[in-house]
T-cell receptor, first 110, second 113 residues
Framework: SQQGEEDPQALSIQEGENATMNCSYK?????LQWYRQNSGRGLVHLIL?????REKHSGRLRVTLDTSKKSSSLLITASRAADTASYFC??????????FGSGTRLQVQP | EPEVTQTPSHQVTQMGQEVILRCVPI?????FYWYRQILGQKVEFLVS????????KSEIFDDQFSVERPDGSNFTLKIRSTKLEDSAMYFC???????????FGEGSRLTVL
């Protein structure tokens, strides 16, 4: 797999449920970031977790990082219809040029 | 809130024509990037720019591509002779010195006919 691969590719849940997306990567990283993209729009930064951190929270978002498994997860709690978007993980190997994964398309049904 | 702005939002061009996509990064940012996203596919890194020179480029960024920061505010991507496969959404991004977070513009959709 390529650097920064998310799974699942698509996820459909009901409003109020939690959504979990996973990301795997191959090389050592400086940090890992999650971005959101509404259809046809630009990417919006959600959260950054450094390689020496294991968990980070921001509002309804919770990100974990396991550098031994080279994986990360993004949990969105109590999802809302407005959370419908594509979510991408991106890895920074220290060269400041992020490598993005293929993304998870999240659909939250009202 | 400061934002990255891109123009044009959509450009249609004939194969072989030159295209210039423009970006105004956030004013105190020092790192500038171009990414592209072919419809429905992943976001691909093209080039990064720092201190008035290219700091890194991908295999996609061949001799047909160039970037320039002609003044203190604009950051441009030029495609010299467009091909059909250059059709994509092109995103500009900028970053400050002490954070790894990238701020993206809304993109320029390029359609090559």
């Amino acid at each position: 797999s390529q650097q920064g691969e998310e799974d699942p590719q698509a996820l459909s849940i009901q409003e109020g449920e939690n959504a979990t997306m996973n990301c795997s990567y191959k090389t050592s990283i400086n940090n890992l970031q999650w971005y959101r993209q509404n259809s046809g729009r630009g990417l919006v930064h959600l959260i950054l977790i450094r390689s020496n951190e294991r968990e980070k929270h921001s509002g309804r978002l919770r990100v974990t990082l396991d550098t031994s498994k080279k994986s990360s997860s993004l949990l969105i709690t109590a999802s809302r219809a407005a959370d419908t978007a594509s979510y991408f993980c991106a890895t920074d190997t220290g060269r400041r040029a992020l490598t993005f994964g293929s993304g998870t398309r999240l659909q939250v049904q009202p | 809130e400061p934002e990255v702005t891109q123009t044009p939002s959509h450009q249609v061009t004939q194969m072989g024509q030159e295209v210039i996509l423009r970006c105004v990064p956030i004013s105190n940012h020092l790192y500038f990037y171009w990414y592209r996203q072919i419809l429905g596919q992943k976001v691909e890194f093209l080039v990064s720019f720092y201190n008035n020179e290219i700091s890194e480029k991908s295999e996609i960024f061949d001799d047909q591509f160039s970037v320039e920061r002609p003044d203190g505010s604009n950051f441009t991507l030029k495609i010299r002779s467009t091909k059909l496969e250059d059709s994509a959404m092109y995103f500009c991004a900028s970053a400050g010195l002490n954070t790894g977070e990238l701020f993206f513009g809304e993109g320029s959709r390029l359609t090559v006919l």
